[in-house]
């Protein structure tokens, strides 16, 4: 009875002691925590810390933005006009990162600073495919219109283009044969109207990559056919410097 009796209270002390230990030993393991040297790997081998993911922002350049202007600065060529030139100043921007389609304003003021002031609204869209089967032949097809605001006139045009490359013994230039078909509307007066423009090109860049602005020279000598009107010959030099962004 008497060995009964102990196998009870050896369970109780059993468990007392059991209990006993370990709530010495996480009392020990909670004192080591202020006394230990809290480095950045302690840190991650025992606090698990939950990261909020940051959302991506929209990112904006100003790549999708183009502006300009035309008759602001007085040139020596408008002291022989009889009429005074038009001041215009506009821009464009690509809402769409994905798509080349560009919307945009543009303010004129026709005959010079006395002259009344007219807005119009203006879009373009545009694409490109090259051809590297047909030996780098480039298609593109584009559309551009726009709204006037004074006189609710609309206009709206539609025009193809097909480039072929010309292998020219020309250093750092990028020749190559275009023609372009295009259509135009003129809701205001009433016009439809078609045409052919077909021309030699050349590109060169006149910069370094590394430069601050990018310097390009282009140069185009060609012919414009169109039905009912004789041909018109057409000769362009542009050099156009932009920032190397």
């Known amino acids: 009875m008497f060995l009964l009796l102990r196998r009870p209270e050896c369970f109780l002390l059993s468990l007392v002691l059991g209990s006993t230990a370990s709530w010495a030993q996480e009392t020990t393991q909670e004192a080591d925590i202020w006394s230990v040297n809290l480095t950045p790997q302690w840190l991650d081998e025992h606090v698990a810390v939950s990261r909020r993911s ?54 004129i003021r026709g005959g010079g600073y006395q002259g009344s002031l007219q807005s119009k609204a ?50 750092s230039w990028n020749t190559q044969l275009r023609f372009a078909p295009s259509i135009s509307l003129d809701a205001a007066n009433g016009d439809f109207s078609t045409g052919l423009l077909s021309e030699v090109m050349g590109q060169a860049l006149l910069s370094a990559p590394a430069d601050r602005l990018k310097s390009v020279l282009n140069v185009s000598i060609g012919y414009g056919l169109a039905p009912r009107t004789q041909p018109v010959a057409s000769a362009r030099l542009e050099l156009r410097i932009t920032p190397n962004l």
């Open 54 to 107: 940051k959302r991506p922002r929209s990112s904006y350049t100003l790549k999708r933005t183009q502006v300009w202007t035309n008759g602001l600065a007085r040139s020596p060529v408008q002291s022989f006009q009889r009429n005074a030139s038009d001041h215009a100043v506009g821009a464009k921007l690509q809402p769409l990162h994905d798509y080349n389609f560009l919307v945009g304003t543009e303010l």
């Open 122 to 171: 203006t879009w373009e869209a545009f694409t490109t495919h090259d051809w590297e089967s047909l030996g780098g032949v480039t298609f593109g097809l584009s559309t551009a219109g726009f709204m006037d605001m004074t006189s609710h006139g609309y206009a709206q045009s539609v025009s193809g283009t097909m480039g072929i490359p010309l292998d020219l013994p020309l250093q």
